[in-house]
């Protein structure tokens, strides 16, 4: 895995919903019908829309425990 991947996915690990219903909530731990409503509305413009994109894709795959251990480790 690359450096900068590597430093991306610690971020999202780390990342906290900065507005809204999940206000300070961790992304990962936002449900995923959250994600699948801004994938049909458009996600928010700039970093924070990328990283949401990017929870929508982990989670539609399952991928989540990958983060959760991510979020432990670092």
């Known amino acids: 895995m690359l450096s900068g991947n590597k430093a ?6 780390k990342y906290k ?3 809204g219903k999940y ?3 961790y992304l990962v731990d936002i449900p ?3 994600y699948t409503w801004f994938k049909q509305k458009g996600f928010p413009k ?3 829309g990328n990283m949401m994109q990017q929870m ?3 989670k539609i795959n399952g991928l989540e425990e990958l983060i959760y ?5 670092f």
């Open 69 to 73: 251990t991510i979020r432990r480790e």
């Open 46 to 48: 700039g970093k924070l």
């Open 8 to 13: 991306a996915l610690i971020e999202l690990a």
């Open 23 to 25: 206000k300070d909530q």
């Open 56 to 58: 929508y894709d982990i």
């Open 17 to 19: 919903m900065p507005f």
């Open 32 to 34: 995923e019908y959250y």
